[in-house]
């Protein structure tokens, strides 16, 4: 009698799982939830693009000491900055346009802007003058630590992009966007970028 009820027992377990999975697969036809994705349309893929509006993926902090000094033959002027800089870069979805994208049954394709830079600034809290020197005859020249802030940005910029942060930051978008438009039902997300000097696309 223990294992006839035992085997009934695990009968009804078995039942019962076959039962929730076959629920589970027929559920949204009942409830009348559509299949694929919840965007169907390129309009509606473009609204939601532009409302993330500027998609800034990547951020490099970077240090760099500068040195600017003004010679002349009564003295020299001197000045040594360490400089801590701050560089951020991603695409410009306000750019995107409805020929840039391709919906086919649950796969879409997007052709974005390329990467650039969205904004390069020194933190002021971290950047301080470590070394100020100044000649015998000489004045004290105020404009020389402007002219190091100038050139420790323009450095740090340079070594942003010789780091790679424009391919970073198109790997990062790519992903981001990839998993938002899966997240939406698209079940093939292929991402394309603009390079300088390609014409944009025009819808057909």
Known sequence: M???ASFAQALFLIVLFALG???????????GIPE???IRTSAAVLQQIQSLAQLVTVRYVLEKAVIVEDVKWYGENRLLLLAHGVVKAGVD???VQPGDIEIRDNRLRLRLPAPRVTDAYLDESRTQVIDRQTGLLRRF???MEQMARQTALREIRLAAHEAGILKE???????QLTRFFQAAGFREVQIEFRRPGDPPETTP
Request: hydrophobic share 35%; aromatic share 10%; glycine share 6%.
């Open 2 to 4: 223990k294992s006839l």
């Open 21 to 31: 999975l076959w629920l589970g697969a027929h559920y949204k036809q009942w409830l």
């Open 36 to 38: 694929g994705p919840r």
């Open 93 to 95: 979805l306000t750019r």
């Open 141 to 143: 020249d105020r404009e």
């Open 169 to 175: 930051a198109e790997e990062q978008a790519r992903l």
